[in-house]
């Protein structure tokens, strides 16, 4: 059973366990602790595969940071997520029966989820995964990797509760050693205001 991370107004992923050890994956924006790379495969123009559950891993990995599976790499605009139907496909989302693709400038992080996570509706959310944005470089669509949560972005989307976490890959990043949304602005000047207007 998988442990699940509630938001409501403070974050706590330090009661999160996990058991989940991997080898080294030979890419340093992986660790030992990440339980599974990136092995997808295009199944078509809409659809990569893979061979496992990517919402089955704990949010937290053993060594203490959260997994985050990526959706849409740093730089693209079309719209992709974990299917919730085959959680071992990330497909490319549907709006008006087109494929989704925002209109604008790619996205500034890579987007994705925490999985074993929900904002719960209860509590305002709509039931997902939580989001996050991972600062850096482009990370492959369906990767999942290390990384520390620095901050919550508060956002709603059409009524609902849809914070964003912000995180920053815990090794091969200039934001490494980024522990918090302060660091961030002191190191880093103006990257925060980027990321918020540009979360869609």
Do not use: C
């Not at 990569?48 to 704990?58: E, T, W």
Request: no cysteine; glycine share 8%.
């Amino acid at each position: 059973m998988h442990n699940k991370l509630l938001l409501a107004g403070v974050i706590s992923i330090s009661m999160l366990t996990s058991a989940a050890h991997a080898e080294s994956l030979g890419n340093l924006a992986f660790s030992e602790t990440t339980p599974y790379t990136s092995n997808m495969t295009l199944k078509d123009d809409f659809n990569i595969v893979g061979n496992h559950d990517l919402m089955a891993m704990d949010a937290i990995n053993s060594n203490g940071f959260a997994n985050a599976i990526i959706e849409i790499p740093t730089g693209t605009s079309a719209k992709w997520e974990v299917s919730k139907e085959d959680p071992n496909a990330v497909y490319w989302e549907y709006k008006d029966g087109e494929p989704r693709v925002v209109n604008y400038l790619g996205y500034p992080g890579n987007y994705g989820a925490i999985p074993g996570t929900a904002l719960p509706k209860e509590l305002g959310g709509d039931g997902d995964p939580l989001d996050v944005i991972v600062l850096g470089q482009a990370i492959p669509r369906g990767a999942v990797v290390d990384v520390r949560v620095i901050g919550v972005l508060k956002m709603l989307d059409d009524g609902e509760q849809d914070d964003k976490l912000v995180a920053v890959l815990t090794q091969d990043s200039p934001f490494a050693h980024i522990e918090s949304m302060q660091q961030l602005d002191s190191e880093f000047p103006g990257v925060s205001q980027i990321e918020s207007p540009r979360i869609f």
